[in-house]
Structures are given as C-alpha cells and as structure tokens.
C-alpha cells in the first residue's frame, strides 16, 4: 500500500485530498502512476488529463516522471506551482 496525497486542483477533481492503494506491480515509476491512475474513474481522468504538468513528489521531495516509486510511504501529486 502506498498513500498518495492530492493537492489544489487536483484534489478538487479527484473529490479527495488522500487515499492508500495497492498498486499493480506494473506501476513502477512517477508517469507509471499517475497513466495507472487516470484509469480508476472519470474524476481521475479528469484530474489527470495532462499528465505532463501533473508534479509528483516522493517522501516529500520532487521526482521526474521516470523516477522509481519502489519503497515510496507516501505520493504526491499536484499541479504546477504559480504564485507571485
């Protein structure tokens, strides 16, 4: 089981700011999880649709879409920062 946290709007489209899935073991990198992920429902689908702007974040530190997610306690996702 891996948890994975969901941020801004992100979150809102999925409708949670967490949840714990066991993963198939197909799923072994960042980009592994969130294609995985856009699989499990419309809201994901929806949340998920430009996977390349979606930032990931493992145990709390920024990852590219390649990194490995073997060993991750927790995920996070979340859209790309802007601020100002």
Not at 28 to 34: E, P, R, S, W
Not at 58 to 62: S, T
Not at 72 to 75: K, L, N
Not at 78 to 82: D, H, K, L, Q, V
């Given at each position: 089981m891996v948890k994975l946290v969901y941020f801004a709007?992100?979150?809102?489209?999925?409708g949670k700011g967490?949840?714990?899935?066991?993963l198939p073991p197909e799923v072994?990198?960042?980009?592994?999880?969130?294609a995985h992920l856009a699989t499990l429902g419309e809201e994901?689908?929806?949340?998920?649709?430009f996977p390349k702007a979606i930032r990931v974040a493992?145990?709390?530190?920024?990852v590219e879409h390649d990194e490995p997610i073997a060993g991750?306690?927790?995920?996070g996702l979340?859209?790309?920062?802007?601020g100002g």
């Open positions: 709007w992100v979150r809102e489209r999925i967490e949840e714990e899935l066991e072994k990198t960042a980009g592994d999880l969130i994901y689908e929806n949340a998920l649709q493992i145990n709390q530190e920024h991750a306690r927790e995920i979340f859209p790309p920062m802007t």
